[in-house]
C-alpha cells in the first residue's frame, strides 16, 4: 500500500515537472528576462530538487548548480546582463533537447500508468491555486500575502465575464445605511462584473437604500430586500452584548433568509472598504475542497485567546478564532449539513455558561467551527484587515497593493490606532466622497436592466438641437436620493393636525438651518441638493452643532448634484414626499416663520377645517435688508419695522405681483382669517394638505417654479386664505447663480418663456375651459 502512494505522488510530481519546466525554459530563451514570471518561479522554489525525479532538471543550469529562482539574481545572471550570454544559450539549448527527450519518456510512463487506473486518476485530480490563497495557518499572517496550506500553485481560476457576483449585507438604521453607501461606492468602483446584492434590512434601511439604487441607476446591478424584522423571532432567543444588537445576528440565518437556488454567496459588514476587484474574492470559491462551506480570515485580535484581561472568558474558539467581517458561504452545502441545527445547538449548549455572546454571531461561528474545523477555509490575512486596536493587522501587508479588504471593526472606526490609520483614513474618505455618477458606467458585453429604462426613452425623444434642450433634459434626469441622511424619530399627533415644514437648500444656505430650528419646534423636511464631498461636510456640520443634534425631527434628504440647473422643484417635491404628518407648511429656507407659528397653524388646520376642504392657508410673507435683525415677537412689532423702514413686503421692490394678492392693506387690521382670489404671478407660501399636486419639474433654476404650483392649486379649486396673525420674514443673503444667469442670459429668459407657453397648453388639455383663464391673465399682464 504504501508503494502504490509513492508512485501517486511520483506521477502526480512528474505531471507538475512536465507541465512548469517545458513552458518556463522556453519563456527564458526567447525573452531573456525572469520579468513577469515570479509565481511560476515561486512554484519552482518550492519543489525538492534534491530528490531523484528532479534531477535532470537541475541539471539545466550551471553543470548540475541550480541557478537561483529569486527574480533579482535572475536578471543579473541572465543573457542580457552577462558578457557569454551567447555562448550559454547554446548550451542551454543542447541540455534543453536532452531534457525533452526524458519528458517525452516520462509522458509515456505517466499516460501508461493512467490508461490501468482510472480510478487513481480521479483521485488525484487537483484543481491549481493562486500563491496569493489558501487555508494557511497563523504563520502565514506574518507572510501577509504568502499564505496557503498547499503548495499547489498556478493561476487562480478566472470568474467569468457576466458571471454575477452575490454579495449579501445586514444593514439596520439610519447611520448603517450610509455605511453601506460607501461599502458599495468601494465595491462598484474596482468591479468588472454584474453584481447582485442581497441586503437583509429594516424598514427604515430598506426605504432609504431601495431609493437609492432605483435612482442610482447603476447599470448591471441588481438588489434585493429581505425582511430582517421578520428574522428578529430567529435568533431574539441569543442574548447578545455586541453594538449591533439583534441584527449582528442575523448572518446566521442566511442559509434560511436567501432564495433556496442560490448556491454561494459573499456576506460582508457594513463597515467594509474594497480595495480590489470582488471577483478575485468569488474565485476563491473555487478553492474549497472537501466538506469546506465557509470561508473566513483568521481574528487579528487576542480576543479569543483569553489574554486581553483578568478573567476574560471568550467562547471557544479554534486558535485565535475567525473574524465574520467577510465570510464566503457555500449555501447549497451548508443547507445540506444542516447549518440551521448545527449552529443552534451549539450555541444553546454554550450559552449554558457563557450566558451570552459578545461579538454577535462570530462567537457562535466560532464556537461551530470548534467543533467542526473542516468546515471552514482559511483566507488570507488581507482579506479581510482588521483595525480594531491591538490586533496584528499590520502583519497582512508589506505594501500598498498588498491590499485587499479593510475592515474597521472597531467601535472607534475611523479614530481607530494603527501604525498607517492615515492611509487606511484617507482610502476610506476617497471612496466616502467619490462622485457616486461616475460609478454607472456599463460594463460593456454584459445585459443590464437599465440599459432600456424610461430616462433614456424620454431622453432619446427630445431633440438636442433645440436651445432649450438642457432645460428639457433636465425634466427627465434621475437623481440619485439619499433620503433620511441623519437620524429621524417622528411621533405622530393625538389630534391628527400637524404641520411639516417643507423646503430645500444647497449647500450655500446651511447656516439658516440652525435658526430655523429655534423659530420652528414643529417636524420639518429637507431637501438637500449636494455633491457627495458636500454631503460629508454637511455631515460635520450638523454632528458638530448641538442644535441640529438636539432636534430628531428633522428629515435630511440629499439629492446629488448632476447636470447645469438647480433642479428647485424636484428638490421640494422629494420634501413634500416624505413628510409624516397630515399637513405641510411650503416654505423656503430663506424665511424664518415667526415664534409659535407651529402651534398656530395647528389651531388654524381646525379652525378652517382643512380635513375636509380645499383649502391653502397663506402665511404673509415679509423681508429684511439687514443682515442682523431683531426679530418681531408679535403682529404689532412687524407692524412697527414695516412703517420704520426696517421691513417691507416680500419683494415689494422688485416683483410686486407675486405677493400683492395676499392684500397687505387688509392684513395690518384683519383679526379673521379672509379669502384671496388667484391672480396672474401669485406665488405666497402656503400650508395645504399633504395630498396636494406636486410641483412642476420643468421649472429649474429662476424663474415660475413657485407660480406655476400655484396655478394648479387654483386649477384645482383650492381657495386661498390669508391668516391674519401668521408672517414670515425672508433674510438676506447674496444673489443665487440660477438668478445671475437668468438677469445675464438672454437664451435663458427665452427657453423661460417657452416652458411657460408649454405649461399654460398643458394646463388647457388637462382643465379644458376652466384653464383659459390662466391665458388671459398672462396676456393681460
Known amino acids: 500500500m504504501l508503494g502504490i502512494c509513492r508512485g501517486r505522488r511520483k506521477f502526480l510530481a512528474a505531471s507538475l515537472t512536465l507541465l512548469c519546466i517545458p513552458a518556463i525554459t522556453w519563456i527564458y530563451l526567447f525573452a531573456g528576462s525572469f520579468e513577469g514570471l515570479e509565481p511560476w518561479l515561486l512554484c519552482l522554489q518550492s519543489r525538492p530538487w534534491d530528490q531523484p525525479l528532479y534531477r535532470p532538471i537541475v541539471a539545466l543550469w550551471n553543470d548540475g548548480k541550480p541557478v537561483s529562482l529569486s527574480p533579482l539574481e535572475s536578471q543579473e545572471h541572465s543573457p542580457r546582463y552577462t558578457a557569454s550570454s551567447q555562448r550559454e544559450r547554446e548550451s542551454l539549448e543542447v541540455r534543453v533537447r536532452e531534457v525533452e527527450e526524458e519528458n517525452r519518456a516520462l509522458r509515456r510512463q505517466l499516460s501508461l500508468a493512467q490508461g490501468r487506473s482510472p480510478a487513481h486518476r480521479r483521485g488525484n485530480h487537483s484543481k491549481t491555486y493562486s500563491m496569493e490563497e489558501g487555508t494557511g495557518d497563523s504563520e502565514n499572517l506574518r507572510a501577509g500575502i504568502v499564505a496557503g496550506n498547499s503548495s499547489e500553485c498556478g493561476q487562480q481560476p478566472a470568474v467569468e465575464k457576466c458571471e454575477t457576483i452575490h454579495v449579501a449585507i445586514v444593514c439596520a438604521g439610519y447611520n448603517a445605511s450610509r455605511d453601506v453607501v460607501t461599502l458599495v461606492k468601494s465595491v462598484l468602483f474596482h468591479r468588472r462584473n454584474p453584481l447582485h446584492f442581497h441586503l437583509i434590512a429594516d424598514s427604515i434601511a430598506e426605504q432609504i437604500l431601495a431609493t437609492l439604487f432605483q435612482t442610482w441607476m447603476v447599470p448591471a446591478v441588481r438588489v434585493d430586500f429581505y425582511n430582517a424584522d421578520e428574522l428578529k423571532s430567529e435568533v431574539s432567543w441569543i442574548p447578545n452584548k455586541h453594538y449591533s444588537g439583534i441584527y449582528g445576528l442575523m448572518k446566521l440565518v442566511l442559509t434560511k433568509t436567501l432564495p433556496a437556488n442560490l448556491e454561494r454567496v459573499i456576506v460582508l459588514d457594513t463597515d467594509i472598504t474594497f480595495a480590489t476587484d470582488i471577483a478575485e474574492l468569488w474565485a476563491v470559491f473555487h478553492k474549497f475542497k472537501g466538506q469546506q462551506v465557509l470561508g473566513l480570515v483568521e481574528n487579528q485580535s487576542d480576543w479569543y485567546l483569553g489574554n486581553l484581561w483578568k478573567n476574560h472568558r471568550p467562547w471557544p474558539a479554534l486558535g485565535r478564532g475567525y473574524n465574520t467581517g467577510v465570510i464566503l458561504l457555500l449555501l447549497d452545502k451548508l443547507r445540506k449539513m444542516k447549518w440551521e441545527q448545527m449552529w443552534r445547538l451549539t450555541a444553546e449548549r454554550e450559552l449554558m455558561g457563557m450566558l451570552s455572546t459578545s461579538l454577535a454571531d462570530q462567537d457562535i461561528f466560532n464556537a461551530v467551527i470548534k467543533q467542526n474545523p473542516f468546515l471552514v ?71 443590464s436592466e437599465t440599459d432600456v429604462n424610461s430616462e433614456n426613452k424620454q431622453l432619446s425623444e427630445l431633440d438636442e438641437d433645440d436651445l432649450c434642450y438642457e432645460f428639457r433634459r433636465e425634466r427627465f434626469t434621475v437623481h440619485r436620493t439619499h433620503l433620511y441622511f441623519l437620524h429621524y424619530e417622528y411621533e405622530p399627533a393625538a389630534d391628527n393636525t400637524d404641520v411639516t415644514l417643507v423646503a430645500q437648500l444647497s449647500m450655500d444656505r446651511l447656516q439658516m438651518l440652525e435658526a ?121 412689532e412687524l407692524l412697527s419695522m414695516l412703517d420704520m423702514g426696517t421691513l417691507f413686503t416680500f419683494r415689494y421692490h422688485v416683483w410686486t405681483k407675486g405677493h400683492a394678492p395676499t392684500n397687505f392693506a387688509k392684513w395690518r387690521t384683519a383679526t379673521t382669517p379672509y379669502r384671496v382670489e388667484w391672480e396672474a404671478d401669485f406665488e405666497p407660501y402656503v400650508v395645504v394638505r399633504r395630498d396636494c399636486p406636486e410641483y412642476d419639474r420643468r421649472f429649474v433654476g429662476f424663474g415660475w417654479n413657485k407660480v406655476a404650483h400655484i396655478m394648479e392649486l387654483d386649477a384645482q379649486e383650492y381657495e386661498f386664505t390669508v391668516l391674519p396673525n401668521a408672517y414670515m420674514i425672508h433674510m438676506p443673503h447674496a444673489p443665487s447663480f440660477d438668478i445671475t444667469k437668468f438677469r445675464s442670459n438672454k437664451q435663458y429668459r427665452i427657453c423661460l418663456k417657452t416652458l411657460k407657453e408649454e405649461f399654460q397648453q398643458d394646463m388647457s388639455r388637462r382643465y379644458g375651459f376652466a384653464a383659459l383663464k390662466y391665458l388671459t391673465a398672462e396676456n393681460n399682464s
Open 377 to 447: 477555509y482559511q483566507l488570507p490575512c488581507f482579506w479581510n484587515v482588521q483595525l480594531s486596536d491591538h490586533t496584528r493587522s499590520e502583519q497582512c501587508y508589506r505594501d500598498v497593493s498588498d491590499l485587499k479588504v479593510i475592515h474597521w471593526n472597531s467601535p472607534k472606526k475611523l479614530r481607530v490606532k494603527n501604525k498607517h490609520v492615515e492611509f487606511f483614513r484617507n482610502l476610506y474618505l476617497t471612496f466616502l466622497e467619490y462622485d457616486g455618477n461616475l460609478l454607472r458606467r456599463e460594463l460593456f458585453g454584459c445585459p
Open 516 to 636: 430655523i430650528c429655534k423659530h420652528w419646534e414643529g417636524p420639518i423636511s429637507l431637501a438637500l441638493y449636494l455633491s457627495d464631498a458636500e454631503a460629508q461636510q454637511f455631515l460635520r456640520y450638523a454632528q458638530g452643532s448641538e442644535v441640529l443634534m438636539s432636534r430628531h425631527n428633522v428629515g435630511y434628504h440629499i439629492v446629488y448634484k448632476e447636470g447645469q440647473f438647480y433642479p428647485v422643484n424636484l428638490l421640494r417635491n422629494v420634501a413634500m414626499k416624505h413628510i409624516s404628518t397630515p399637513y405641510m407648511f411650503l416654505s423656503d429656507i430663506d424665511f424664518l416663520p415667526m415664534y409659535g407659528l407651529y402651534e398656530y397653524l395647528r389651531k388654524s388646520v381646525i379652525q378652517l377645517d382643512l380635513a375636509n376642504t380645499k383649502k391653502a392657508m397663506i402665511v404673509p410673507a415679509f423681508e429684511t435688508l439687514r443682515y442682523r435683525l431683531s426679530f418681531p415677537k408679535s403682529k404689532a
